[in-house]
């Protein structure tokens, strides 16, 4: 049996509708990509969707008392939940570099999640 999924391509700005038709497991067609990078993110998105994750996590004595973190690749949509229960655990002592790592290995993905921005520390009197 043939099942037909309807796809919004985000590679660039022109967000093609795209059909996907699945058989058995397998793509049989694609119809509606402009491109070949539609072609390529439609099929990703059908067998293996991943994500990229921004959120925040908190600073210990940084000036700020967050900084915005991302993970260092997409995650795989499945692990997302796992990735951010760990991220929610978790607390950073300040100063904190843009492009540190915060946490390796996030839920056993091999991704790192990644500090955004910098945090310096908060000079105590």
């Not at 949509?77 to 290995?105: C, R, Y």
């Amino acid at each position: 049996m043939a099942v037909e999924k309807k796809i919004t391509c985000v590679v660039c700005p022109i967000g093609c509708e795209i059909l996907v038709k699945i058989e058995d497991g397998e793509c049989r067609s694609i119809k509606g990509n402009k491109c070949k990078r539609g072609e390529e993110y439609a099929i990703n998105e059908v067998f293996n969707p991943k994500r990229m994750l921004t959120t925040s996590v908190l600073v210990k004595d940084g000036v700020w008392p967050l900084v915005s973190i991302k993970t260092s690749e997409p995650v795989p949509k499945e692990k997302l939940f796992h990735v951010l229960q760990e991220v929610k655990k978790t607390a950073v002592q300040a100063p904190v570099d843009s492009g540190q790592i915060i946490l390796k290995n996030a839920a056993n993905t091999g991704i790192n999640i990644v500090a955004t921005k910098t945090v310096p520390k908060v000079n105590k009197i």
